[in-house]
């Protein structure tokens, strides 16, 4: 019954960034609204976390299994894809680079010198 509560939480949190999404003429995705009311409720302390803990690690943890979907959506294009697999490729790899680095220099600028003289040490 906690898992269901938990999980109609996080669904109702999604529903208001549906609404918002609706209500607010920007071109942000419902999901980007949900997602920030989520982080602004578990930030200001209006939901705690242990609210949504267990039901939000679970869904993280099956994340993978829902690229499937898209995976195989590839396989019905894949004439389109094969002539442009080098393109793909390559912004793939450079993609993945940048973001992984920008990533780095983030959690860098968050966890302050202090902390890289702890780890240094």
Do not use: N
């Amino acid at each position: 019954m906690k898992y269901l509560k938990q999980f109609g939480i996080i669904l109702f949190v999604s529903f208001a960034g549906e609404i918002l999404h609706a209500l607010v003429p920007l071109p942000v995705p419902a999901s980007i609204y949900g997602i920030t009311l989520l982080f602004l409720c578990l930030e200001l302390k209006i939901l705690p976390l242990s609210a949504i803990k267990e039901t939000s690690a679970f869904l993280i943890e099956i994340m993978p299994v829902m690229f499937i979907p898209a995976a195989a959506g590839l396989l019905d294009s894949w004439e389109v894809v094969r002539t442009e697999l080098v393109p793909y490729t390559v912004i793939t790899a450079l993609t993945t680079v940048l973001v992984m680095a920008v990533s780095g220099k983030a959690v860098q600028a968050v966890t302050g010198p202090e902390k890289r003289e702890e780890e240094e040490a």
